[in-house]
């Protein structure tokens, strides 16, 4: 959805369960968690604090 | 000397004495809606000038909403004249993006079974004997939308304005309370768990965005002329949003102009609260009536967000039907909390704010449309 990002709450190389919360984004006005798809380790967060994000943006890789 | 200043003293008092028991209670129940304001933050920008208006007409002696009052003056220039809701309509229309409803038409029918509620409590409180005009300003509180209750209620029933306003304002802000409990009972955990995809992006065209607000003020205008001055007043400021070329006029509609309309209907509101006049058993069937209203349009959005769930083959998580009552976005929030509490993987916030839109241009059609039957009933005058 389109909003912005308020906080990155892992950071590459940590370890992430299933359903962990790694990005904390704000669409209107509202905080919304955006958790692991799936279990594995980041390797990548591709977006940073106040950054606008659209659509079906790639926000993190997860390995 | 000593009578004098007897006489002095007994000057300060005699508003003291002269206020009635109703009238301290009416400042008590004022000083709760400020607490609900300014402590817990339920609509603050309403409940403060509404709460301090409510203080202010039941100061005894003062008599602001008495002929030349402070309060009555704007309660005539603005809410007997139907002006403040009015110009509060163009600031919604000036900060509504209809984009999400144009992507997703399909929605815009969850909009509509949103409203429901009004209709069902229409005919509930012609059951419990209002008279027709009230029973019509009762109703709309279902519509969940304050300036839509403020504009019917002022147009046909004004002595029920204070007691509409609050019933709409309140439930409104307790929508994060009333929804969820009926949203779970009419759910199954495995529809509540539906994740639906990013809203399609295909993006919609300025054109579209445009033409959008225009056409539909000459349909729904010619369809339901007694709501005309509701839906273009909400399209004017819509256009001036689109349109992209009057910017200054778009922000001075979103932000001073329904800033000052706000301060000052919230006065007028307060204004209405009048000891004698709200301290009535028909105030509390309103409020009571309006709470049913509400519950109502949840559970019929819910129900027809179910009935998309089947047809579409379990595409649609039906949660989002509740977004369907206009309470623009608390509803939608609301929506998504409750499905990601299910699925931590479903973020429905923007299928939620379509049919929020949907429900927006709903509650305000249907109010039109109610308008427009009564009159064609001859209950209303043209």
């Given at each position: 959805?389109?909003?912005?990002?308020?906080k990155?709450?892992?950071?590459?190389g940590e370890?992430?369960?299933e359903?962990?919360?790694?990005?904390?984004?704000?669409a209107?006005?509202?905080?919304?968690?955006?958790?692991?798809p799936?279990?594995?380790?980041?390797k990548?967060i591709?977006?940073?604090?106040?950054?606008?994000?659209?659509?079906?943006?790639?926000?993190a890789?997860?390995? | 000397?000593?009578?004098a200043?007897?006489?002095?003293?007994?000057?300060?008092v005699?508003?003291v004495?002269?206020?009635?028991?109703?009238?301290?209670?009416?400042?008590?129940?004022?000083?709760?809606l400020l607490?609900?304001?300014?402590a817990?933050?339920?609509?603050?920008?309403?409940?403060v000038?509404?709460?301090?208006?409510?203080?202010?007409?039941?100061i005894p002696?003062?008599?602001?909403?008495?002929q030349?009052?402070?309060?009555?003056?704007?309660y005539?220039?603005?809410?007997?004249?139907?002006?403040?809701?009015?110009?509060?309509?163009?600031g919604?229309?000036?900060m509504?993006?209809?984009?999400?409803?144009l992507?997703?038409?399909?929605?815009?029918?969850?909009?509509?079974?949103?409203?429901?509620?009004?209709?069902i409590t229409?005919?509930?409180a012609?059951?419990?004997?209002f008279?027709k005009?009230?029973?019509?300003?009762?109703?709309?509180?279902?519509?969940?939308?304050?300036?839509?209750a403020?504009?019917?209620?002022s147009?046909?029933?004004?002595?029920m304005?204070?007691?509409?306003?609050?019933?709409?304002?309140?439930y409104?802000s307790l929508v994060?309370?009333?929804?969820?409990p009926i949203?779970?009972?009419?759910?199954?955990?495995?529809?509540?768990?539906?994740?639906?995809?990013?809203a399609?992006?295909?993006?919609?065209s300025?054109?579209?965005?445009?033409v959008?607000?225009?056409?539909?003020?000459?349909f729904?205008?010619?369809l339901?002329p007694?709501?005309?001055?509701?839906?273009?007043?909400?399209?004017?400021g819509?256009?001036?949003?689109?349109?992209?070329c009057?910017d200054r006029?778009?922000n001075?509609?979103?932000?001073?102009?329904t800033?000052?309309?706000t301060?000052?209907?919230?006065?007028?509101i307060?204004?209405?609260?009048?000891?004698?006049?709200f301290?009535?058993?028909?105030?509390?069937?309103?409020?009571?009536?309006g709470?049913?209203?509400?519950?109502?349009?949840?559970?019929?959005?819910?129900?027809?967000?179910?009935?998309?769930?089947?047809?579409?083959g379990?595409?649609i998580?039906?949660?989002?039907?509740?977004?369907g009552?206009?309470?623009?976005?608390?509803?939608?929030?609301?929506?998504?909390?409750?499905?990601?509490k299910y699925?931590?993987?479903?973020?429905?916030l923007?299928?939620?704010?379509?049919?929020?839109?949907?429900?927006?241009?709903?509650s305000v059609?249907?109010?039109?449309?109610?308008?427009?039957?009564?009159?064609g009933m001859?209950?209303v005058?043209?």
């Amino acid at each position: 959805m389109v909003g912005k990002i308020l906080k990155i709450e892992k950071q590459v190389g940590e370890h992430v369960d299933e359903d962990d919360v790694v990005i904390v984004m704000e669409a209107m006005k509202m905080e919304i968690p955006v958790v692991a798809p799936a279990g594995g380790t980041v390797k990548e967060i591709k977006v940073a604090p106040g950054q606008a994000v659209e659509a079906e943006q790639v926000l993190a890789v997860i390995e | 000397m000593d009578s004098a200043l007897v006489n002095g003293l007994q000057g300060l008092v005699v508003g003291v004495v002269s206020l009635s028991l109703g009238q301290a209670f009416m400042i008590a129940v004022a000083c709760v809606l400020l607490y609900l304001g300014i402590a817990k933050g339920y609509e603050p920008l309403l409940l403060v000038p509404i709460g301090f208006g409510a203080i202010m007409v039941n100061i005894p002696l003062a008599d602001m909403m008495g002929q030349g009052g402070f309060l009555r003056f704007f309660y005539d220039g603005g809410v007997r004249s139907e002006i403040f809701p009015l110009l509060i309509f163009i600031g919604i229309g000036a900060m509504t993006d209809f984009a999400p409803l144009l992507q997703n038409p399909k929605i815009i029918l969850l909009g509509a079974a949103g409203q429901f509620g009004i209709f069902i409590t229409l005919l509930l409180a012609l059951a419990l004997g209002f008279d027709k005009l009230d029973a019509v300003a009762v109703a709309v509180i279902g519509a969940c939308d304050g300036p839509t209750a403020i504009y019917v209620s002022s147009k046909f029933a004004p002595h029920m304005l204070g007691a509409v306003s609050v019933a709409a304002y309140s439930y409104m802000s307790l929508v994060p309370l009333i929804q969820p409990p009926i949203m779970r009972a009419l759910t199954t955990e495995k529809e509540r768990t539906i994740v639906m995809g990013a809203a399609k992006s295909a993006p919609i065209s300025k054109t579209a965005k445009i033409v959008f607000p225009i056409v539909v003020t000459i349909f729904a205008s010619i369809l339901a002329p007694k709501g005309a001055p509701l839906i273009a007043t909400v399209m004017l400021g819509n256009l001036l949003r689109e349109s992209g070329c009057v910017d200054r006029l778009k922000n001075c509609s979103e932000n001073e102009l329904t800033n000052i309309v706000t301060l000052l209907l919230g006065l007028c509101i307060g204004g209405t609260m009048e000891a004698d006049k709200f301290l009535k058993t028909q105030t509390l069937l309103v409020l009571v009536l309006g709470f049913i209203a509400i519950c109502l349009d949840t559970a019929v959005g819910v129900l027809f967000g179910k009935a998309m769930c089947a047809l579409t083959g379990g595409k649609i998580n039906p949660l989002i039907g509740a977004a369907g009552i206009s309470a623009f976005p608390m509803s939608a929030r609301v929506v998504q909390a409750e499905g990601q509490k299910y699925n931590k993987k479903s973020y429905l916030l923007m299928h939620a704010m379509s049919a929020n839109a949907g429900g927006q241009i709903g509650s305000v059609i249907a109010a039109a449309v109610m308008l427009s039957v009564l009159q064609g009933m001859g209950i209303v005058g043209g």
